[in-house]
């Protein structure tokens, strides 16, 4: 069986299971910090370089103080990661608050943590003024639309809901210029999951080649350029990971020629990944419940899409490894599924494994972003634990396994007796 690489060995688990029973995510925390200090390293020519971890893909605060340590802030995209990042003790430009169709309650934390604030739209200016006021540093969410025609790797940014067009771009600075704006920053996120290095330093030339206009016409000069998230992981044996000393090198080439060409340096680069940083250092671990075969053969998991719903939600490949038979054939095709009542709950079709037997351990791979973050309570399943496998092998669980408790907590069973059904 051709492995992808796991940090754990079966002992090593089948002593955590003792503790903790499956299912449960553990995430690498050596991988991680490792990831974040080659990601902070790759980009150290740029002075005040920083990445901002888009605490959607694993909104764990354990995971986020680990980060912090390695100088990461935090991508915020509403109140609750907000708060996560106060409960935190993150403050000011730490915090990038970056979100879209926003409430104002929302602006008003944002504005009282001081965090920076990323518009979406240019009707948020005037939002923002009346809700919260406006701060002294601003970030416009730019869609470069059909900007290069129809540019493959790009896709059709005029597809997405998000950010301002050009025009809007120019138009909203000058606005906040004329209201004593002086600091400000310029965003652009416009793909998800991208394997490919020039990608990213496409991104960065479109970017900088927009300062660079914004500079000439509005006559303001940018204090950073956030290039968003999007860079991907090799989910599949064969993908390859994006090599950011690669992209780094491309925008530093760019940088070179239009920012200092044009006298516009220092400009900080700043990113807001998610899924690169955590995503690969996340496994789920599960027991085989069940074993059946009909017109297919099925393996039933102790744990369902409510634990990681990417592949039922689009089809998203997720490597599979067989606890203790990493070196056996695959010589069985399995559909390997939770017990959800939907069809689709299933984390892989028509899968290649070695011959698994009921109480296998089965370990989904880049489960750390998107995975327990995306869970949800249907059929009343509750979310699982979260566990930290630190550096030195020790284990600390960083979540706990929802209760019962925790799922009826918003029902009120006392008034239940007194509910007089009316005929
Ligand atoms: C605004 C914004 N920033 C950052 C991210 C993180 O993207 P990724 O996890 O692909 O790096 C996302 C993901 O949805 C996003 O919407």
Redesign the pocket.
């Known amino acids: 069986m051709k492995g992808k690489n796991i940090p754990f060995s079966k002992e090593q688990i089948e002593s955590i299971i003792k503790t903790y029973p499956t299912p449960f995510h553990i995430y690498d925390e050596k991988g991680m910090v490792e990831y974040a200090k080659y990601f902070v390293n790759a980009f150290s020519w740029n002075k005040g370089f920083k990445e ?1 971890y ?1 605490i ?2 694993c909104p764990n605060p354990y995971l986020m103080k680990i980060l912090r340590n390695q100088g990461f802030g935090i ?1 915020c ?1 509403s109140l609750a990661e907000l708060v996560l990042a106060e409960k935190l003790g993150m403050r000011g430009e730490e915090i990038m608050f ?3 169709d926003t409430p104002d309650y929302e602006y008003k934390k944002a504005v009282e943590l001081g965090a920076i604030i ?1 518009l979406d739209d240019i009707t948020h200016i005037d939002y923002l003024e009346k809700t919260a006021g406006i701060p002294e540093l601003v970030c416009f ?1 730019y869609n470069p639309g059909a900007l290069k025609g129809g540019n493959v790797i790009i896709g059709n940014p005029e597809d997405s809901k ?1 950010g301002f067009t050009r025009e809007q771009l120019f138009e909203g600075y000058k606005r906040l210029k004329n209201k004593g704006v002086k600091r400000f920053g310029i ?1 652009t ?1 416009v ?4 394997l490919d290095p020039e990608y990213f330093i496409e991104t960065a030339e479109i970017i900088f080649d927009t300062i660079v206009d914004i500079y000439k016409e509005v006559g303001i000069r940018f204090e950073f350029a956030n290039l ?5 992981i090799p989910y599949k044996n064969e993908h390859k990971p994006v090599d950011l000393e690669k992209v780094s090198t491309g925008i530093q080439a760019l940088y070179e020629k239009m920012i200092v060409g044009n006298g516009l340096d220092p400009l900080k680069i700043f ?7 955590t ?1 690969p250092f996340g496994f789920l671990v599960s027991k085989v419940l069940h074993l059946k075969e009909t017109y297919k053969k099925y393996v039933g998991l102790d744990s369902c899409m409510a634990n990681l719903m990417r592949p039922a939600l689009y089809g998203a490949y997720h490597h599979i490894t067989v606890l203790g038979k990493e070196s056996e054939t695959c010589n069985t095709i399995y559909d390997v599924t939770g017990s959800l009542c939907e069809n689709n709950d299933k984390f892989a079709i028509n899968r290649l494994l070695p011959k698994i037997e009921v109480g296998d351990i089965i370990v989904i791979h880049d489960s750390g ?2 995975g327990h973050s995306m869970g949800f309570n249907y059929n009343g399943k509750l979310r699982s634990a979260e566990l930290l496998l630190r550096e030195d092998g020790s284990v600390k669980q960083i979540r706990r396994a929802e209760s019962l408790d925790d799922l009826f907590a918003t029902l009120d069973f006392d008034g239940l007796q007194n509910f007089t059904v009316l005929k």
């Open positions: 901002y888009a959607k893909a991508d995209s970056t979100s879209n990323n969410r998000y965003h996120m793909a998800s999951n991208e968003g998230g999007g860079i991907g990113f807001e990944s998610g899924r690169a940083i995503g972003a998107h």
